[in-house]
């Protein structure tokens, strides 16, 4: 009889070899094992420009609360030159085969998956909690159904210009800069990339619309006045969700500073002392029980 564990390590050691040498070692996929399968396995994923550093405190918090954890890298991301133009080259299809080989990896790996992901990864686990079944919760992270403050069709006609305009590298902060922290992230991103992400956000606004999302339960989590994001469309996106009964909700997490980011101790803003708890919590129910 084969051992699902043992399988879940072979997996996850394929999907860790596309960390080639030119990715920064802290921001290839990490994983966070117990060496044994566990009621619960979490996913994470990063936001645009970012990588898995981003998690480097918050999985080792699940993992001690009895998780199994993978931080999963996105493709194109982590590459030790910063200012590299491969983000450029990413494509919605690929975004989704990650998110389809992390999910298969975790149904190893634990009884239980769950899924949380940071702005373009929470774009990617809204996207999971519409379309794949198997998910336990999903927990979407100031997800980007429309960029800045824009409304959502303004955002999208934006977007489908960037798809056919060459591309933008723009800096998240003009005056710092190569200086933006966090320090393992791309101090500036692509509008092809961003053009890619709208895309999965737009076949899930839209499927939601006709059909119940196949996720048990649903937590979309925002920053309020979140500077990065339109918060007012992933509360559009949960009523959605509800309308057709799902077990979804939608709350708003107050930093002070404002910051679009609530995970990565790296960022200048961060007050992870006051977001991890709130953000922790929501695994609760999944976890309880479980032992540490």
Known sequence: MSDPFQEGLVALARLQALDGSTILPAA????????????LCVLLFHGLTNNPAQFAAFGPALYE?????????????????????????LRSTELVATLDNALEIAALLGERTAVMGHSTG?????????????????????????????????????????????????????????????????????????????RIADATFRAARRTAPL?????????ARDPAVNNLETQRLVERW???GA?????????????????????????T?????????LFDDLLSGTPS
């Open 242 to 244: 509800q309308r057709h």
């Open 28 to 39: 290839g996929t990490q994983a966070w094992l117990h060496g044994e399968r566990r009621p």
């Open 65 to 89: 609360r009895g998780a199994n954890v993978i931080a999963v890298r996105l493709p194109h991301h982590g590459e030790s030159d910063r200012l590299t133009t491969k983000l450029a080259r």
């Open 122 to 198: 929470g774009t990617l686990a809204a996207y999971g909690a519409q379309f794949r079944s198997g998910i336990e919760l999903a927990i979407p992270v100031c997800p980007g159904f429309a960029v800045l403050r824009f409304s959502r069709p303004v955002s999208r006609a934006i977007m489908l210009g960037a798809r056919i305009v060459p591309n933008l590298h723009i800096w998240w902060d003009p005056e710092l800069r190569e200086g933006f922290r966090p320090a393992a992230a791309y101090p500036r991103f692509s509008t092809r990339a961003v053009a890619a992400v709208m």
């Open 215 to 223: 996720a048990k339960k649903i937590r979309a989590v925002v920053v």
């Open 247 to 271: 077990d979804a909700t939608y709350e708003e997490l107050i930093t002070e500073p404002l910051n679009h980011d609530p995970f990565d101790p790296d960022s200048p803003r961060a007050r």
């Open 273 to 281: 002392e006051s977001t991890y708890p709130m953000l922790l919590s």
